[in-house]
């Protein structure tokens, strides 16, 4: 079969629970149904990292944030990792990207032949957390809580900036493609910050909903003394108390939410549209997922940056009719298995780098398979680092300051009982906690993350100073190639750009006489 083209669509802190596709009946998203109905729906896919760098770092190269020092929204990303970019430039394919990747460090492509927009958020080291001084609030970047106190109508913000030229770019990107006369396959990454707080939406979409119809969340605020310990770290890095949060502000910010996700489920809608349009779409693999999910209340808590499932599960959705069945996957899937699969459907030919993940495609063929996720966090509110082993219907978290969890999904999908200390879980728990150490030397990996906090701090200061020369990725637009110009001809600028193309009408017999051009 020929080799396809792949459209990944990421939304940002898009967290599963809040989607019909997995069960919430409050939210429209009837693009994401589609799109579910003629594919595949992963119903248990995580991020390997709750926050946006690490996650993204991740699931572009496969491997776990640790072995490529991802630790928070600061780390650098190496220009020697390959990503999925890279391999399926190598194999053949042009690839571009629209919109939010977080990287950060110089290079802004990483793979990638295309950028059609800049980053929404910066490129230096400048959020670079420091555990060695983990009560210090910077609160010039970390998050609070404005986001849910000021959660409303917006018809312009920072975000719907971003986001708006983001779709218009993709889009245009994808009449391009449908243009070239060549059969190159392409790799399209379309990336939205939507619907990451703060939970600002326009009215046309606010107004989708029915505000006194907003669910509060299922588990409500557990107080500060029975919080675990890491969740008391979030609560206070985030000053959750520098404000009282009442019920109508929680319904508030979900509801700007819930309308954020309607927001990127049209444009999912349109890229759908567009495909059939210029008759892409039966050429295409469409992928849609999230770099990680948002607590948005549960537990008292919002965002992420911990491994309860609001803040882990993510959306995986697959749809290419003509080459896959739809069908539900049960299995533990993340998404370090993207990488190897498109992989798999670009028939690369280059020696894959050591991956933590797997490809999908026998799942995604009716294969069955249990499946494990493991995750990653060392970003700000961690003292040390954090793992998490999520096998069968068990989730466990360990970190060497805390006490361990556990806890049984299937009899506790809520993550309200802590197994850690049940004596009938002993033996597990003990089997578990031997397979972190043998997994993950956490010495070690604390040693270089607070080696790489002190050297972006050093180097954060230096750059400040003086001439700032920016990392931050700058579109280039060649004008004198755009339109039309005088040193081109308007006939054929008009038929290049035309789709579908316009048939050639028959000549008169006696027409005008051409002046050529001098």
Not at 18 to 35: D, F
Not at 220 to 226: F, L, T, V
Not at 302 to 308: A, D, G, I, L, N
Not at 427 to 447: G, K, N, P
């Amino acid at each position: 079969m020929q080799r396809p083209n792949i459209l990944l669509v990421m939304a940002d802190q898009l967290a599963a629970p809040a989607l019909p596709v997995y069960g919430h009946a409050g939210v429209l998203a009837p693009h994401m149904l589609r799109l579910a109905e003629g594919g595949v729906v992963f119903e248990s896919a995580y991020c390997n990292s709750p926050l946006c760098a690490p996650s993204r770092f991740s699931m572009m190269s496969g491997r776990l944030p640790s072995r490529i020092g991802a630790y928070d929204n600061a780390s650098n990303f190496g220009s020697d990792i390959p990503t999925m970019a890279h391999y399926l430039r190598a194999a053949g394919y042009h690839t571009c990207v629209s919109g939010k990747m977080h990287y950060v460090g110089p290079d802004q492509l990483h793979g990638f032949e295309e950028r059609l927009t800049t980053d929404i958020y910066p490129a230096d080291f400048g959020w670079t957390p420091n555990w060695d001084n983990p009560d210090f609030r910077v609160d010039w970047w970390y998050h609070n809580m404005l986001s849910v106190k000021q959660a409303g109508i917006a018809e312009t913000t920072n975000q719907l900036d971003f986001d708006d030229e983001v779709g218009f770019q993709a889009i245009r990107k994808l009449r391009e493609y449908a243009l070239r006369a060549d059969e190159k396959p392409w790799f399209l990454t379309v990336a939205f910050t939507h619907p990451h707080d703060p939970y600002a939406m326009r009215k046309s979409y606010w107004d989708r909903y029915d505000h006194d119809q907003i669910d509060l969340p299922k588990v409500a605020e557990i107080p500060y003394r029975d919080k675990d310990p890491h969740s008391r770290r979030l609560y206070d890095l985030s000053a959750m108390s520098e404000y009282e949060i009442t019920e109508a502000d929680v319904r508030n910010a979900r509801h700007g939410y819930y309308a954020a996700i309607s927001y990127v489920d049209d444009w999912l809608g349109r890229f759908a549209e567009t495909l059939e349009a210029v008759g892409m779409a039966d050429d295409t693999i469409i992928v849609f997922t999230a770099d990680h999910g948002d607590m948005l209340g549960e537990r008292g808590l919002w965002y992420k940056m911990c491994f309860f499932e609001w803040a882990l599960h993510v959306p995986l959705i697959v749809s290419s009719p003509s080459r896959f069945e739809p069908h539900r996957v049960s299995s533990l899937v993340s998404l370090l298995d993207l990488l190897p699969t498109f992989c798999d459907w670009g028939q690369t030919s280059l020696p894959l780098a050591p991956l933590d993940g797997n490809s999908l495609v026998p799942l995604l063929e009716g294969s069955s398979g249990q499946g494990e996720i493991v995750a990653e966090y060392m970003g700000e509110g961690a003292i040390a680092p954090m793992f998490m082993i999520r096998r069968g219907r068990y989730k466990y978290v360990t970190s060497p300051p805390d006490p361990p969890q556990l806890f049984d999904l299937e009899s506790d999908p809520d993550e309200l009982v802590n197994l850690a200390t049940d004596a009938d879980h002993t033996e597990l728990v003990a089997s578990l906690a031997d397979e972190a150490s043998r997994r993950w030397d956490t010495d070690r990996i604390h040693e270089q993350v607070l080696a790489s906090q002190s050297a972006r701090r050093v180097i954060t200061e230096a750059l400040m100073a003086g001439d700032h020369t920016a990392w931050d990725h700058q579109p280039f637009r060649d004008a004198s190639r755009q339109f039309m110009r005088n040193h081109l001809d308007l006939n054929e600028v008009e038929r290049s750009r035309r789709f579908p193309p316009a048939p050639n009408p028959p000549k008169a017999p006696t027409g005008n006489v051409v002046v050529p051009r001098p």
